[in-house]
Nanobody, 123 residues
């Protein structure tokens, strides 16, 4: 089992930045691909970003490419999502998720989930 705990959410103005953290425990963190997803009210959960086991490759949705950066620190068992130039449409609950074997970008493909952290962006 892998336990994931997100933090760093909050309420900000459009154009601001936030950094989300995802602290992992329970298994060897570096064995897992880490993803961020988000879910806005009334919408399906959607892929945001992913990072491979050692951090050499990253993947982004078109909606956040160029504004968000995913990273990880395997020594701290923590993944991060640096969000810049935030927009009201980025308002959502942000979840981190882990996948052991391959890179996945769909919610059904992930093995473990955190409980989420709320990001609210006002105009």
């Amino acid at each position: 089992q892998v336990q994931l705990v997100e933090s760093g959410g909050g309420s900000v103005q459009a154009g601001s930045s936030l950094r989300l953290s995802c602290a992992a425990s329970g298994r060897t963190f570096s064995n897992y691909v880490m993803d961020w997803f988000r879910q806005a009210p009334g919408k399906e959960r959607e892929f945001v970003a992913a990072i491979t086991w050692g951090g050499s490759r990253t993947y982004y949705s078109d909606a956040v490419k160029g504004r968000f950066t995913i990273s990880r620190d395997n020594a701290k068992s923590t993944a991060y999502l640096q969000m810049s130039s935030l927009r009201p449409e980025d308002t959502a609950v942000y979840y981190c998720a882990a996948k052991r074997t391959v890179v996945a970008t769909t919610p059904s493909g992930m093995d473990y989930w955190g409980k989420g952290t709320l990001v609210t962006v006002s105009s």
